[in-house]
Nanobody
Framework: QVQLVESGGGSVQPGGSLRLSCVAS????????MGWFRQAPGKEREFVAV???????HYADSVKGRFTISRDNAENKVYLQMNSLKPEDTAVYLC???????????????WGQGTQVTVSS
């Protein structure tokens, strides 16, 4: 199995910053794209940011210029630096990784359990 574990969530005032981390472990042969999604209460899960294995990045328009995604391929980690946070950024943030495991050559998506981010004054 492959496990993704997020950390770094919490409560912050508007304008504040948080840094999320996600580490992948298990039967990993290689990891292609890694990314972050978020889901607010009563809303659909939405894309936040993605980073390819070659470090190309893509962001949702709502977070461009405020959030930065990065990764450490040697450690199987992905990070999300979130600055200038707004109340509308409040959500559970979930890590996603597209992994080729050691059992098969098929790329499969894996998800973490999520970490809560609350932005409130």
């Amino acid at each position: 199995q492959v496990q993704l574990v997020e950390s770094g969530g919490g409560s912050v005032q508007p304008g504040g910053s948080l840094r999320l981390s996600c580490v992948a472990s298990g039967i990993i042969r290689s990891i292609n794209a890694m990314g972050w999604f978020r889901q607010a209460p009563g809303k659909e899960r939405e894309f936040v940011a993605v980073i390819a294995s070659g470090s190309g990045t893509h962001y949702a328009d709502s977070v461009k210029g405020r959030f930065t995604i990065s990764r450490d391929n040697a450690e199987n980690k992905v990070y999300l630096q979130m600055n200038s946070l707004k109340p509308e950024d409040t959500a559970v943030y979930l890590c996603n990784a597209r992994v080729i495991n050691t059992i098969s050559d098929i790329e499969l998506p894996y998800w973490g359990q999520g970490t809560q981010v609350t932005v409130s004054s």
